[in-house]
């Protein structure tokens, strides 16, 4: 089946999919639309959130917009991740690898719907500027403005014309201005720094606003600079993203998109964008940051707002971060560090994806453990910053799970380290806010090795078969319906000998004595 | 109103307040009974847990039992646990210590119902001796026998007369004779250590079986050597427990209880025991232990049998074992060390309530932390693996919040310190199975310090109003029913200025150009 060719076909595929959710009575962008979303976040388990289209928009002021409103239609939960690349959740680690490994570079076009409508020059204000656009306040009460928060900037670095797509906050300042958060070492920043140092007045630059998941997926990932995003989204979707020229800038968008801003970055000032929370579950202070000038809007006919929502976790952002990094850390260590006992990658959601991630994997050396925690502390050093390993049959995704594989595969002194060198980015832990843009905070990260050292007897559980049956008895009377949390039996871990084995079967069949009798022969004399 | 007289009248507590389920079809206790139980901790979640009562209880071989049998009645939930203590579930911490500053000492009665049948002598194999009780097995395809999983053993002390009552496991040996796992530095252990110097063939000990909740509670929990677990059980209730002599041995035991085993621990020699599936989530190998040789068994009229569910975690055995320490650890630091800033302590369930506790502290000054952590990591060698202390806004019963606490809260190398000096018992991490009773491995602690170090600006969350009017819509568009986790609204974390209230407030009203004008002014030249 071919890829989305558009937003308004993923959305079709959400509503089959049970995946939407519409509101068709009136909602305020402003008070009402993020906190209403927000609450499937923290009173839902994952498994009941929705995307949501808002049909029927105003703002604080009573305005009322022709634009609807998609909220965590992207990643609101994996599953719906997961449609977006179309495959099943449990394939979006093997379609990550694959993109990476076979990129499709993007097909230049003549035209696109994304130009259906054009506002410039003095057509722009005509329209609203950016007031056309129904940007949602994400954290009322908080918030200084509404942000936008799904931008996909693109950009070129000035002197090697690579483009670059990722996704930076950006501050809603006047109809025609738009402040970013894009800090060191993220690459609009450095394109922005090269184009200071080689006397360029601006970096000209493009918001997309509504593309298709693929790209969406690719301006979030963390992927290396120099990498073209457009090449994966490329190869996620199995063809090539389409692409149209800018108006005002040397910028190529993609054809399909629901809307374009285009404007210019200046390199002569900063200007103060922020507070804004974050997905750290915190906001982030006050930073002197780029802001664009808007030169140009094209859009759709009919167009809708995309935007995600993050901020405090688990949150789309949670969901859009994590699963990107999941795969880039499996890649990393079973492809790249050549550990093929690596099995699989979590990084937990409801701490924003960012700072604990569990590595699960059936280790055949003792080394390997340690080789899967350096190399994942390599891999960035603003991310990582609790990393731990447990064995295969530790569900990675259950916090509980996790946290019993540290309390019994764990002496600190002997599985754990503390090492420097990371640079905690938007964590407030480092420094006091004031201080933590502008000095550099040490920052470490510990490493758990909570693999078990050597063989241990069995679970503690009954044997499967017996869970078995009293699972059917259980059922029978109808007591609570169950959700298996693993282990749900028990299993043997490598010490249990034919004489265990021997004495639990004795024991079933209630001729326990046996063993007893047997035990009198072998007294330990004290 | 008066403290349950015996189990009866407890179970018809249980009953009335909905936390019982009654099985009245033919269940076979070494294969079906003790797994079905099992699948609540595999499958529910804890608001979904209940006590089981066993009515028709046969065995391995289809001998059909008298005694219907009673599983999770003392701890199957934190709100049994709360009935058993006649209070609020948050009442227990305040009730432990009230018990512990004020115990009432036991009461001698001359007769009780627990003598109403006594068999002993010729008379005692009559009866079956061990075999009149159905003793479950806990995992069956990997126990060896039955094992009783809620005996309260009491003992003196041979010098100095002090009772124990502690919760020892105890293997069906024979029909006359039960392995019991009581270890260094368990009190037992260290009353037969002594009988054995001063020259006695002999410990004499009693097993109740189906006391009253108070009773259980102070046998399974770690109180100090020289405590009287009957005092402290006297404190819970607010009146003494009532005791009547054994036929046999000079022990004491509860007039109520359902059944008691009398017998003698020989101190000359050792006998081997296990293994046995342990609240670790592991079973625990074979060691060489106590046997007692049984004299007498008397019990009540229509007596019932009542057994913990121990095993993999969570289960009642978590609960049993982490509200006493939750409380344990709260008097400590509060009233013993004088840290009046902890407000509350909680040890995870979930990995058997033994190594990773969580302490929420309202600190006024950098060192309560490590005060609170130093002083947790001293109540008790064998527990406290990892020990955390976190801000009063984090919810300590769910790993999540947690974890998002640890997560941007500390820098490892500042805030974390692994100590040496811990005493792993039954933690299979520490040595090789066949070497962990025998060796002094060394064990250590990881303390985390997950308080926030300095003024955050504000937690990222729309503000109280709006969640609230945005819950009011959420309800009236009929979604599915909310959960709520906290934090759920946003809230200032110290550093949010007046100013930042004021580009708040004027963002909601749809002034936030206003800012955005205001910045301007104030532009950094780069």
């Known amino acids: 089946m071919a890829y989305y060719k558009d937003l308004r076909e993923y959305i079709k595929a959400l509503e089959e999919n049970n995946h939407l ?55 609101g939960t994996k599953k719906i991740y997961a449609l977006g690349l179309m495959c099943d959740p449990n394939e979006i680690m093997d379609k990550w690898t694959y993109a990476r490994a076979n990129p499709i570079e993007p097909k230049l076009v003549a035209r696109g719907p994304v130009q259906e409508e054009i506002h410039m020059g003095d057509k722009l204000l005509e329209h609203g500027g950016l007031d056309e656009i129904p940007v949602p306040i994400s954290d009322p009460g908080f918030d200084n403005a509404p942000y936008l928060s799904a931008p996909f900037w693109v950009s070129k670095d000035p002197e090697t014309g690579v483009v670059n797509v990722g996704t930076y906050r950006a501050m809603l300042k006047s109809q025609t201005r738009l402040g970013i958060l894009c800090l060191h070492p993220q690459h609009m920043r450095q394109q922005w720094q090269k184009c ?37 989204a ?35 000032y900063l200007e103060r964008e922020g507070p804004f929370g974050e997905h750290t579950g915190y906001t982030t202070g006050e930073y002197f940051s780029l802001y664009m000038n808007v030169k140009c809007i094209t859009h759709r006919k009919n167009t ?21 990094q999941d795969a880039a850390i499996y890649r990393l260590l079973r492809h790249d560090c050549n550990i093929p006992t690596v099995l699989d990658v979590h990084w937990h959601r409801e701490s924003g994806s960012n700072q604990w991630c569990v590595i699960k994997m059936k280790k055949n050396n003792e080394a390997q453990p340690w080789q899967a925690l350096y190399a994942a502390s390599g891999y960035n050093p603003g991310i990582g910053k609790t990393i731990i390993v447990v064995d295969e049959d530790v569900d990675i995704y259950d916090p509980d799970s996790v946290i019993w594989a540290i309390c019994y595969g764990v002496q600190p002194h002997r599985d754990t380290k503390v090492i420097p060198g990371k640079l905690p980015a938007l964590d407030p832990s480092s420094a006091p806010m ?91 004399k004290v």
């Not at 909602?27 to 209403?36: F, H, Q, R, S, V």
């Open 21 to 75: 959710v519409r509101i068709t009575r009136k909602i305020n962008k402003d008070t009402e639309l993020m906190p209403l979303v927000r609450w499937q976040y923290r009173g839902l388990s994952e498994a009941d959130r929705k995307a949501f289209l808002f049909e029927n928009v105003t703002d604080a002021k009573g305005k009322k917009y022709d634009m609807p409103v998609l909220v965590a239609a992207y990643a």
């Open 196 to 232: 200071k140092e080689m006397g360029y007045s601006s970096l000209p630059a493009a918001v997309v606003l509504g593309a298709t998941p693929n790209v969406a997926y690719c301006s979030v990932a963390r992927l290396p600079f120099g990498v073209s995003e457009y090449g994966i």
């Open 234 to 268: 490329g190869g996620l979707a199995g063809a090539p993203v389409e692409l149209v020229k800018c108006q005002t800038v040397d910028i190529e968008v993609p054809a399909t998109a629901e809307t374009v801003i285009e404007g210019e970055i200046p390199t002569d």
């Open 304 to 324: 809708i707002h995309a935007a995600f929502i993050s901020q405090f976790p688990p949150s789309e952002s949670s969901v859009l971060r994590g699963v990107a």
């Open 434 to 524: 004031d201080k933590i843009m502008t000095e550099a905070a040490p920052g470490s990260a510990l490493l758990i090795n909570a693999t078990r050292k050597w063989p241990y007897p069995s679970v503690a559980l009954p044997a499967r078969e017996f869970m078995e049956r009293a699972k059917k008895i259980w059922e029978e009377e109808k007591l609570p319906k169950l959700t298996p949390k693993v282990p749900w039996h028990g299993y043997e871990l490598g010490l249990w000998s034919e004489e265990n084995r021997e004495e639990a079967k004795l024991a079933v069949k209630g001729e326990h004595y046996q063993t007893g009798e047997k035990l009198t022969k072998n007294r330990l």
